[in-house]
């Protein structure tokens, strides 16, 4: 069967709405988390969906160059593409691969996540061909996702990855955390994680590691590494005495002003209606941007240091804005969604996540498709 690639989508550099990523506030939540850490507790940054949309390919070298020591991620894809841009620390892939993909594995010198004797197969199979693969074996310890569930597998996993070292390097063993902030279910997979080891000597595991960003200043959970995703960024719940920036920017500028008289409305279904005579902007950014349908209405962005109202549907490509309270807006102007350093409580991830009732992770995911990122310091 013949296979098509898809080319990867372009983006919009020539429409006025973009995305900026603060490339200092990373290093500096990178330390101030860092800090909390015990001394030899290696740091491992999970960039996984182009680091949450932050644009992985820039972002792990400013990471890699300020320490850190591991990177995860969770396709093979997005190992490939931190090796490509002169990433040389380890990178795990927490997602085992479809088989066709594996020799990329060893072509780029990943890690793989193994659950099951079947996969140790499938790895072996392609080991003739020259070389061994690098392994971490994760365990289910409550979760109920993924990894291993029964300890007796979990060890005969082990034994077989032991007794073949010219097909297989084990560097670690991990499982996730359900839930850090419910201590008593937190204390049951930490015991279940422990009863592991206890089976093995502890130079044979690797590298142990369980704590996510929401256990990463517990020092119970943190063994040989810490694994920290959205802390890195500003976001989620920092730890107590850390104060985390936001690193994370989403603007546009103003491409349209128009007058509407009392009664007139906006957008489709026509949702909104001008109480009066009413001045409004409209900037390109839309639903298909990840500026989501149900914001509608909802939310406010700066422009010219005032707060404005989103009015109407958000559209596809495009969104407007009262700009009552800015009656000085010019076509140009720049309007922040989102501001990192704004300052403004409505002009965060976290606000979009409340009002759509998800969660950060998902709202700067969205945030991808034409958006085009602009570094700064």
Aim: hydrophobic letters at 45%; one cysteine or more; aromatic letters at 8%.
């Amino acid at each position: 069967m013949s296979q098509v690639h898809r080319a990867p989508s372009r983006q919009s550099i020539n429409r006025d709405s973009w995305i900026e990523v603060n490339l200092r506030a990373i290093e500096e939540n990178y330390r101030s988390l860092r800090q909390l850490l015990a001394a030899e507790v290696k740091f491992c940054a999970v960039l996984k969906s182009d680091a949450y949309g932050h644009g992985a390919s820039v972002v792990a070298p400013v990471l890699e160059a300020a320490g850190v020591d591991y990177f995860a991620v969770a396709s093979l894809d997005e190992g490939v593409q931190l090796r490509e841009a002169g990433i040389t620390v380890p990178v795990l892939v927490l997602t085992f691969p479809p088989t066709r993909s594996l020799t990329k594995a060893q072509e780029y010198d990943l890690e793989l996540t193994v659950t099951a004797l079947a996969q140790l197969e499938a790895l072996a199979s392609l080991v003739e061909a020259g070389g061994s693969f690098k392994l971490q074996i994760e365990l289910n310890t409550g979760m109920n996702r993924s990894g291993i569930t029964s300890l007796s597998e979990a060890f005969r996993l082990f034994s077989a990855i032991r007794e073949a070292p010219e097909l297989y390097t084990l560097t670690g063993v991990f499982s996730h955390l359900a839930t850090a902030g419910q201590e008593a279910f937190a204390a049951e997979q930490l015991a279940l994680f422990h009863r592991f080891q206890e089976a093995i000597p502890p130079e044979q595991l690797g590298i142990r590691h369980l704590a996510a960003s929401g256990a990463l200043a517990d020092r119970r959970f943190q063994f040989d590494m810490v694994r920290c995703g959205l802390g890195l960024f500003g976001l989620g719940e920092a730890p107590e005495g850390v104060a985390l920036k936001p690193a994370l920017s989403v603007k546009a500028r103003l491409i349209q002003l128009q007058q509407l008289s009392a009664g007139e409305g906006v957008g489709y279904d026509l949702t909104w209606l001008a109480g009066g005579e009413s001045r409004i902007g409209l900037i390109p950014l839309g639903y298909a941007d990840g500026f989501v349908r149900g914001l509608s209405g909802r939310v406010f962005a700066l422009c010219r240091g005032k707060l404005i109202p989103q009015v109407g549907r958000i559209s596809m490509d495009l969104a407007s804005f009262d700009l009552s309270a800015c009656l000085e807006a010019e076509l140009g102007d720049t309007v922040t969604l989102i501001g990192g350093e704004s300052g403004h409580a409505e002009l965060t991830v976290r606000h979009w996540a409340e009002l759509t009732g998800t969660i950060e992770y998902e709202v700067c995911c969205a945030l991808r498709g034409r958006l085009p990122r602009v570094f700064t310091r």
